[in-house]
């Protein structure tokens, strides 16, 4: 997907994450921006909370099925209070939260984990019921090399460490534009 965003685009969707929480927080100065035409094309995104430095909530969409702009509003929701690995977000948190924004591509199914590159592709791993992501910056984050990251998709996807070597096992890669608030 040649896919990419002005840093007036990022902006907007960093500033529409952060407005859509204070809004449901019930904070005063809720002021959205205004949107281009490129934030209304359809696209799976990620919305990821930190507060000093610690995950607070990662919720997204890989395949996208609304307005990049919706989207990004329902992901900062869901992921400041809907990820069931954390309460949700207090009112005196708020000041204290960073946001990470994580635009996708469309999937691309592999035949070949030799085909995923470190830094630059997420994995979605799926099998029968099963399935898990990570995005691409996780691995990067983690210090981890491309076995490492593929047995952590496999255990995010509730599978056997090895299930990558399963031909029932689809694997299938994705790259993102990701930002975060400065």
């Not at 689809?170 to 400065?182: C, D, N, P």
């Amino acid at each position: 997907m040649d896919f990419s965003l002005s840093a007036e685009e990022k902006d907007i969707l960093l500033k529409t994450a952060r407005e859509r929480i204070r809004e449901k927080l019930g904070l005063d100065g809720v002021a959205y921006p205004a949107s281009t035409d490129k934030l209304n094309e359809i696209c799976g995104a990620f919305v990821t909370i930190h507060n000093s430095g610690m995950l607070r909530g990662c919720i997204g969409n890989i395949i996208g099925r609304r307005p990049l702009i919706e989207t990004i509003k329902n992901m900062a929701h869901a992921a400041a209070f809907e990820d069931p690995r954390f309460p949700p977000l207090s009112p005196d948190e708020f000041g204290d939260i960073d946001i990470e924004i994580s635009v996708l591509s469309p999937l691309r199914k592999i035949s070949s984990i030799s085909e995923i590159e470190i830094g630059k592709h997420g994995i979605y791993m799926s099998r029968g019921y099963k399935s898990g992501v990570l995005l691409p910056q996780v691995a990067t984050e983690q210090g981890w090399d491309l076995q490492s990251f593929v047995e952590h998709t496999c255990m995010k996807s509730g599978l056997p460490t090895d299930a990558w070597k399963d031909p029932n096992t689809m694997i299938e890669i994705f790259s993102a534009v990701i930002f975060a608030e400065k």
